[in-house]
């Protein structure tokens, strides 16, 4: 049995690392991917998770599946196509550590992963699925995530849900926002960022969000807002979890350390998800806000990702 299974994207953020001797902008190989990212929060946390997508076989994959099994994250679920390169986001980061992507992605393995090649057996022996959105850019992604979703829900699966907008990887803003809807109505637990609202709500204020998202059958539901914090909201309303103040180094991760953090609250609780009070869920985004406040003080996604006592040390002070 594992505590969390991830579906998804898992591929090399190249990270902005300064310019070179001559002058020339220098990347540094990091491993990412936002469900990824997810499991690495969680098992650092110390929960079992797995993973399920697909990586090119090649050094990238090679690599990046090395990176998983470092973490003891499951990779049962995990291909190593020959047909497709493993897909590479370069990340440029700017003063102030917010970041802007560009994907070579055309396509990407990860987008290539078949429903004929997912292990029901792994999704049906997790307490909570989870996944993000990128898989549903392009087929046959798309078609396996929702084949997993069902298998998850059959299988009594608590269903989690963060989706990731990139622009540069959609026709534009109207398909990202059909696609990115269209599984929500599978979802116990949602994340979204500030600017994602009005994509998947047509709703720019958190608070209206979240309540359109209660409202078409979450449980519960975050809205990450950078700095401030964290808006949470379940049936009983909604309250904003303030973050702990720390000086950025690189955001990249910050939001999928956040979730890893709620989801481990979460499991810790034992609750089902329409057990999950309004301070339940306060406690759950405070747990969250910490874990994202070790995580942005360091460079990279995955090895940023800080242990429990790590986190413990952030919420005795």
Known sequence: MFHVTALGELLIDF?????????QKLFERNPGGAPANVLVALERLGLSTAFIGKVGQDMHGDFLRATLEANAINTDGLISDPDYFTTLAFVALSPDGERTFSFA?????????????????IISQSKVFHVGSLSLTNEPARSATIAALKVAKVAGCVMSYDPNYRASLWNGP???????????????????????????????DPGVAAEVLINEGAKVVCVTLDAEGALVATKDGSVVVPSFRVEAVDTTGAGDSFWGGFLAAFLDSKKAPEEVTLEDARSFARFGNAVASLCVRKRGAIPAMPTLPEVEAVLAQ
């Not at 990270?15 to 002058?23: E, F």
């Not at 992605?105 to 057996?121: F, I, M, N, V, Y």
């Not at 109207?174 to 998947?200: H, N, P, T, W």
């Open 15 to 23: 990270t902005d690392a300064g310019t070179s001797a001559s002058g």
């Open 174 to 204: 109207e398909e990202a926002g059909v696609q990115m809807r269209s599984i929500i109505k599978y979802m116990d637990l949602i994340k979204i960022s500030g600017e994602e609202c009005a994509l998947m709500t047509g709703e720019t």
């Open 105 to 121: 992605r055309k396509p990407g393995a990860d987008t290539q992963l078949r429903t004929s090649e997912l292990r029901e057996d």
